[in-house]
């Protein structure tokens, strides 16, 4: 078992993860460089983004439906760059995600239908160290998130119209991974020869980084801060996580 994983938490094998993030490219800047090496060995990833970004970017020459349909192609490309295929978004509006049984009801409808071992989301806790991490529509999906993990999506009684009308049957998911970019998590995931395909990753997301000149520096400077946190040696780069027994 890895030294960095709590001795009561077991290392479920991960043959399918389930990435739920707020945004189009929340996943790329939190989990990018974890994902292709999960990818690259034979792992199953997909994702669940629950707005269309339709909120982002400063473009007036385009409609908020244009921007969202933009951004969800820009996603598409970037899960592309990192070995993922299968993309869901659940289309509620950006910057106004709040943790409803609507959103609860379609989160458990998206693990029951991919049946993830480990599901992915951020943290359901705000950060006042970290403003933009704690953007809450971040804080809102991470809450509904964990709410789907558990009670919904494992108990048949919880949106009996998913089993009832879907014949989607109760799933409960093993692992859970919350986002921990502060480094302050308990699992540090070596990600240093997989950045390049992170900043690939959220280069193809044109509409909110073609301005940024230094967006892999940035990338490189988080990652070592937050593999300085987890105890790796220098020089390597990492993603954190505080990993959860939800089975």
């Given at each position: 078992?890895?030294?960095?994983l709590?001795?009561?938490?077991?290392?479920?094998?991960?043959?399918?993860?389930?990435?739920?993030?707020?945004?189009?490219?929340?996943?790329?800047?939190?989990?990018?460089?974890?994902?292709?090496?999960?990818?690259?060995?034979?792992?199953?990833?997909?994702?669940?983004?629950?707005?269309?970004?339709?909120?982002?970017?400063?473009?007036?020459?385009?409609?908020?439906?244009?921007?969202?349909?933009?951004?969800?192609?820009?996603?598409?490309?970037?899960?592309?760059?990192?070995?993922?295929?299968?993309?869901?978004?659940?289309?509620?509006?950006?910057?106004?995600?709040?943790?409803?049984?609507?959103?609860?009801?379609?989160?458990?409808?998206?693990?029951?239908?991919?049946?993830?071992?480990?599901?992915?989301?951020?943290?359901?806790?705000?950060?006042?160290?970290?403003?933009?991490?704690s953007?809450?529509?971040?804080?809102?999906?991470?809450?509904?998130?964990?709410?789907?993990?558990?009670?919904?999506?494992?108990?048949?009684?919880?949106?009996?119209?998913?089993?009832?009308?879907e014949?989607?049957?109760?799933?409960?998911?093993?692992?859970?991974?919350?986002?921990?970019?502060m480094?302050?998590?308990?699992?540090?995931?070596?990600?240093?020869?997989?950045?390049?395909?992170?900043?690939?990753?959220?280069?193809?997301?044109?509409?909110?980084?073609?301005?940024?000149?230094?967006?892999?520096?940035?990338?490189?400077?988080?990652?070592?801060?937050?593999?300085?946190?987890?105890?790796?040696?220098?020089?390597?780069?990492?993603?954190?996580?505080?990993?959860?027994?939800?089975?």
């Amino acid at each position: 078992m890895p030294a960095d994983l709590p001795a009561d938490i077991p290392d479920q094998d991960p043959t399918r993860v389930l990435v739920i993030t707020a945004h189009p490219d929340d996943v790329d800047y939190g989990v990018g460089g974890t994902i292709a090496g999960w990818t690259a060995a034979g792992i199953e990833v997909a994702y669940c983004i629950v707005t269309d970004g339709d909120a982002g970017g400063s473009d007036a020459s385009l409609t908020r439906a244009e921007v969202g349909a933009l951004r969800r192609e820009e996603q598409r490309k970037a899960a592309a760059v990192l070995g993922v295929s299968e993309v869901d978004f659940l289309g509620y509006p950006d910057g106004r995600v709040t943790v409803t049984l609507e959103l609860r009801r379609d989160l458990a409808r998206a693990i029951r239908r991919f049946r993830p071992t480990r599901v992915v989301i951020q943290s359901p806790t705000r950060d006042l160290r970290s403003m933009y991490g704690s953007h809450p529509d971040h804080t809102a999906a991470g809450e509904a998130a964990m709410c789907a993990v558990y009670p919904d999506a494992r108990n048949e009684f919880a949106h009996p119209e998913l089993l009832r009308d879907e014949g989607l049957a109760p799933h409960a998911v093993a692992e859970t991974w919350v986002m921990a970019p502060m480094g302050d998590g308990d699992r540090h995931v070596d990600i240093t020869d997989t950045v390049d395909r992170k900043v690939a990753a959220l280069l193809a997301h044109v509409s909110q980084t073609a301005h940024m000149d230094k967006l892999e520096e940035m990338m490189r400077g988080w990652g070592a801060r937050q593999a300085q946190a987890g105890g790796l040696p220098e020089g390597r780069l990492a993603e954190s996580f505080l990993v959860l027994d939800t089975r």
